[in-house]
């Protein structure tokens, strides 16, 4: 229902008192709906789909603000562009070209399946630099997996950014990568002697 408008994700807070649920988006504006009226009926869905009574959960849009880094908003867009009949190399590039241009260290876009021939095979797409082990993988490396029905067959999407350090947390993590080499400056006072 909201692949459409860029779906990234979701967040749930739980209290006693009520559900929220945040919705993340590329395009939160049409997840709202005009007057509100697509929200209320997701919301009314929700209530419905999980059992929950009437105003105990709450459905919010939040807008995803680097959407170049974002890898489920990414997977999600390199989808369309396959359901739109675009080449699988030229639609993987573009996706690749603007994960890089939004400031990420490196990006992978894997694209498997029935993609030209009867025999499937997978295509990898690489840009920059990219960590695959240990605990920095996990912390600045995001990953989605998304699949594409197209009339030969299923095609799967895999996309992984990763996030370069950022000391505010609002483009990746805030820690520093373990490998990483700071030269500080020599004290004045220490003066070697010949």
């Given at each position: 229902v909201?692949?459409?408008d860029g779906y990234s994700g979701v967040e749930l807070r739980i209290t006693p008192v009520r559900t929220e649920i945040i919705i993340r988006a590329t395009r939160a504006r049409e997840v709202v709906g005009d007057k509100a009226r697509r929200i209320l009926e997701l919301t009314s869905l929700v209530q419905k789909r999980f059992g929950f009574s009437p105003d105990t959960v709450e459905l919010y849009a939040e807008r995803v603000e680097h959407k170049g880094l974002c890898a489920m908003?990414?997977?999600e867009s390199l989808r369309y562009k396959l359901l739109k009949g675009?080449?699988?190399r030229r639609a993987a590039y573009g996706?690749?070209?603007h994960i890089m241009e939004s400031g990420a260290k490196g990006c992978e876009v894997i694209v498997s399946g029935k993609l030209r021939a009867q025999r499937a095979k997978s295509m990898k797409f690489k840009d920059g630099y990219i960590i695959s082990t240990g605990q920095p993988a996990q912390t600045f490396v995001s990953s989605a997996t998304r699949?594409?029905?197209l009339r030969q067959g299923v095609l799967g999407i895999k996309v992984k950014i990763m996030h370069p350090h950022?000391?505010?947390g609002r483009l990746g993590p805030t820690t520093v990568m373990p490998d990483t080499i700071t030269v500080k400056e020599p004290s004045p006072e220490l003066e070697f002697s010949k």
């Open positions: 909201l692949a459409e908003a990414q997977a675009l080449a699988v996706v690749l070209r699949s594409v029905q950022d000391p505010e």
